[in-house]
């Protein structure tokens, strides 16, 4: 059973930083693109960042540039969301996601991927 499980999440006053992890089993995802999207409470869920499969290539929301960085380690299995400078506005569930095959839908929409986790919670206190 293929399980990404999100770590890290939690309550950082603004100007703060997290790091959030996504651990993969059941299959790896080595050669996948991964990403991670949020949502608010009340909006709807949204592009945060993604990374192809080596980890050379990367992209950001407008709102997290600067401030995020994404990384993956393969030989762990794991994808992770380096959060600087953090802002009240960054407060949300954090989902990460894989996807499963190679695909041309564009690596910042949801349907591009198969495999999501439970979510971690982020919030920052202004």
């Known amino acids: 059973q293929v399980q990404l499980v999100e770590s890290g999440g939690g309550l950082v006053q603004a100007g703060g930083s997290l790091r959030l992890s996504c651990a993969a089993s059941?299959?790896?995802?080595?050669?996948?693109?991964m990403a991670w999207f949020r949502q608010a409470p009340g909006k709807e869920q949204e592009f945060v960042a993604a990374i192809n499969s080596r980890g050379d290539n990367t992209y950001y929301a407008d709102s997290v540039k600067g401030r995020f960085t994404i990384s993956r380690d393969n030989a762990k299995n794991t994808l992770y969301l380096q959060m600087n400078s953090l802002k009240p506005e960054d407060t949300a569930v954090y989902y990460c996601?894989?996807?499963?095959?190679?695909?041309?839908?564009?690596?910042?929409?949801?349907?591009?991927?198969?495999?999501w986790g439970q979510g971690t919670q982020v919030t920052v206190s202004s």
């Open positions: 996601a894989a996807d499963a095959r190679f695909s041309l839908v564009p690596v910042r929409t949801q349907g591009r991927y198969d495999y």
């Open positions: 059941g299959r790896t995802f080595s050669n996948n693109y």
